[in-house]
T-cell receptor, first 115, second 114 residues
Framework: DAGVTQSPTHLIKTRGQHVTLRCSPISGHKSVSWYQQVLGQGPQFIFQYYEKEERGRGNFPDRFSARQFPNYSSELNVNALLLGDSALYLC??????????????FGPGTRLTVT | QQQVKQSPQSLIVQKGGISIINCAYENTAFDYFPWYQQFPGKGPALLIAIRPDVSEKKEGRFTISFNKSAKQFSLHIMDSQPGDSATYFCAASHASGGSYIPTFGRGTSLIVHP
């Protein structure tokens, strides 16, 4: 079975530009979460979606937005890019939100570099 | 405010030795404590997890020890192997609004020398 897939693998953008990152969850998983991982640190939670509804939001500015589609895939959008947005963006999927269905499976991430 | 503190930042162990990574948390509402393993260029992978109703959980060479009163938990890797060389993250979470959202530690870079 395919795991969580993310595209693109790498991305270079200029300050002020907009970026869209994409994630396809494991088949059957209905929840997708997004994380930002800065070099040398642990992942920081950005958003969580379940059944196309936002179920959690981390401490990130409004420049960050996301959505989940009927097929449970998801997009993360970042506007007005700053140098500090350079990071590995991780997507994780799970069957559900809690209990035995909570376990999250991470994708390989998208490496975003802002110059 | 760093809610989950992880130490050490880096660890070098000889093959066959025991690797020990420690984490401490502040929020007493946390009730799910997973450990993740991350290799370069890959996303984190769940290694083992524990809930506070048990003090220890073992899966193969990996053991979590949990001390609820001290608000600390640790990962022990027995008979460490070069293939265990990776970055390890502890995390803690609790149900909020019906979902679990983990707070991660800063990670420990483990190198196992052959």
């Amino acid at each position: 079975d395919a795991g969580v897939t993310q595209s693109p693998t790498h991305l270079i953008k200029t300050r002020g530009q907009h970026v869209t990152l994409r994630c396809s969850p494991i088949s059957g998983h209905k929840s997708v979460s997004w994380y930002q991982q800065v070099l040398g640190q642990g992942p920081q939670f950005i958003f969580q979606y379940y059944e196309k509804e936002e179920r959690g939001r981390g401490n990130f500015p409004d420049r960050f937005s996301a959505r989940q589609f009927p097929n449970y895939s998801s997009e993360l959008n970042v506007n007005a890019l700053l140098l500090g947005d350079s990071a590995l963006y991780l997507c994780a999927s799970s069957l559900g939100l809690a209990g035995g269905s909570y376990e999250q499976y991470f994708g390989p991430g998208t490496r975003l570099t802002v110059t | 405010q760093q809610q989950v503190k992880q130490s050490p930042q880096s660890l070098i162990v000889q093959k066959g030795g025991i690797s020990i990574i420690n984490c401490a948390y502040e929020n007493t509402a946390f009730d799910y404590f997973p450990w993740y393993q991350q290799f370069p260029g890959k996303g984190p992978a769940l290694l083992i997890a524990i809930r506070p109703d048990v003090s220890e959980k073992k899966e193969g060479r990996f053991t979590i020890s949990f001390n609820k009163s001290a608000k600390q938990f640790s990962l022990h890797i027995m008979d460490s192997q070069p293939g265990d060389s990776a970055t390890y993250f502890c995390a803690a979470s609790h149900a909020s609004g019906g979902s679990y959202i983990p707070t991660f530690g800063r990670g420990t870079s483990l190198i196992v020398h052959p």
